[in-house]
Structures are given as C-alpha cells and as structure tokens.
C-alpha cells in the first residue's frame, strides 16, 4: 500500500508550480518590451539574464549554508517565494532598463533563497 504524500509536499508543489509559471509568462516578455519601448540593446538584455542568474546562483550558496547553520528550512523558503511573488507585482509598473534589471535581480535572489532550502 502507498503512503500517503503529507500536505506540506502537496502546498509546496502547488505553490511552485504557480510561482513557475507566473515567472515563465513574464520573463518570456521581457525581452520584447526591453527591445522595444525601453529600447535596450540586445547587451543590455543579455547582461540582466547573466545577472539575475548570477544572482540567483550566489543566492543559493548562501542561502543552503545558512538554512544549515539554523537547522531550519520554513523561513528561507517562505521568504524566497515571497520576494519572488512580490516583484511580479513591480514589472507592470516598469519604465526604464535598469528598473528591470533591479526586479530580475530580486527576483531571481528570490529563486536563489528558496531553492536550495526547498529541496533538501
């Protein structure tokens, strides 16, 4: 007989199924509306991928070690889907490259956060 998957496991996938596919549908625009109204070079563009993956590499790090060091997993991984959550809410109001850059940034800290506490 199977055992059963405890809530916490269902709450989880559930929430980052959303937050991935809320991340898909707007970084997949993202590019055209930086070419085009914000006028950004497709530099510019690169550089805020390679930096909010930077980023959010770094962010994982940091994020493992510390979720080792105080022996609990909750708080990051609320905290990193929270800001991840948060700066959705921030792209609508854009109007300039390098305000896009600080969204992606925090954003993809957010990812970095919840990531590697999420999954051990």
Do not use: C, Q
């Not at 007989?1 to 996938?13: D, F, H, I, S, Y």
């Not at 991340?23 to 530099?43: D, F, K, Q, R, T």
């Not at 993956?53 to 889907?81: C, H, N, Q, T, W």
């Not at 800001?83 to 954003?107: C, E, Q, Y």
């Amino acid at each position: 007989m199977r055992a059963r998957l405890p809530n916490t496991v269902w709450a989880l996938g559930i929430v980052s199924l959303l937050t991935d596919v809320s991340s898909e549908l707007v970084h997949a625009l993202l590019p055209l509306l930086l070419a085009g109204p914000l006028g950004a070079s497709m530099v510019m563009i690169g550089l805020i991928e390679g930096m909010a993956e930077a980023a959010a590499s770094i962010a994982k790090l940091f994020s493992g070690a510390l979720s080792d060091r105080i022996g609990r997993r909750k708080p990051l991984v609320v905290a990193g889907y929270g800001l991840s959550a948060l700066t959705k809410l921030v792209f609508p109001l854009v109007n300039s490259a390098s305000f896009i850059l600080g969204a992606r940034l925090l954003d993809r800290i957010g990812k970095g956060i919840r990531g590697a506490p999420r999954d051990s």
